[in-house]
């Protein structure tokens, strides 16, 4: 992404306060927050399993609304990228920051986009291996490997750390666009805030 970016980058004379129109595609915003809001929802609902006890109806539903939620991610993840693929519009920060953020925010980004497409495509093969596809709402998930317990065990514990490194990924990229907002006072947040709270 920031490579567009760095290309649209402004001009020595385009310093002046940020135009309000300067934001993403309101497709893009919707979609950049209803990500959030699943993502809430994924880890509330695998924290909250811990509360209920072993093979209680309720600890298992909270598993089941992890899993389908986790799902609606990766769906959301791909329309975005693919979104993305066919408006590749980003607006330019005014005041223009650093090279170095530049290319600390692309790194950032691209490994956010690598994080929401691998992590429930693990989730996934995991169920796969186990042979447990079934999702609330009488939904089922088609398997994408053979049953092999071993293997589940193995694909699980890494989509479990992937999952739990995601709470810093996620953690430091909000601090990042809050630095820009309250510290260095640009118009990085505002570019990605609908246009009614943007002013
Ligand atoms: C972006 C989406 C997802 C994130 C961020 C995520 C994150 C997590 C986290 C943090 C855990 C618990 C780790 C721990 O106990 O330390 C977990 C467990 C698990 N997740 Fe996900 N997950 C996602 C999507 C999915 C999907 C799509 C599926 C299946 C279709 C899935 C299946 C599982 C399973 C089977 C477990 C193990 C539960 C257990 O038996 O303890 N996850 N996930
Ligand atoms: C309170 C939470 C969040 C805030 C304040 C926030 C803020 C922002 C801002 C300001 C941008 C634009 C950055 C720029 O163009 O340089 C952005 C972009 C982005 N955000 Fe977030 N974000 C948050 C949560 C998330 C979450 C949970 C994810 C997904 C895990 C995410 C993924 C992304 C990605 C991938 C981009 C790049 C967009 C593109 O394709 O250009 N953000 N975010």
Not at 135 to 142: A, D, N, R
Not at 169 to 196: E, K, Q
Request: glycine letters at 6%; hydrophobic letters at 45%; proline letters at 7%.
């Amino acid at each position: 992404m920031m490579d567009t970016l760095a290309k649209r980058r402004p001009g020595p004379t385009a310093s002046a306060a940020p135009a309000c129109g300067d934001q993403y595609q309101s497709a893009v915003i919707f979609m950049h927050w209803l990500t959030l809001l699943l993502l809430i929802a994924v880890y509330a609902f695998i924290e909250l399993k811990g509360f209920f006890p072993k093979n209680s109806p309720t600890r298992d539903a909270m598993q089941a609304w992890h899993e389908l939620t986790g799902i609606t991610v990766f769906g959301v993840v791909l329309a975005r990228l693919l979104l993305r693929r066919l408006y590749n519009q980003t607006p330019t920060i005014v005041p223009e920051p650093p090279h170095w953020q530049y290319a600390m925010a692309k790194t950032m980004h691209v490994t956010l986009y690598a994080f929401l497409v691998i992590t429930p495509i693990l989730g996934w093969l995991t169920l796969s291996a186990k042979g447990e596809l079934d999702l609330p709402l009488g939904l089922h998930l088609m398997p994408l490997i053979s049953p092999d317990k071993a293997l589940g065990r193995n694909l699980q514990e890494i989509h479990e750390t992937i999952g739990n490194i995601g709470y810093y990924l996620i953690g430091l990229h909000a601090l990042a666009a809050l630095f820009h907002h309250y510290w260095v006072r640009d118009n990085t947040l505002r570019r990605m805030l609908p246009s009614r709270w943007s002013m």
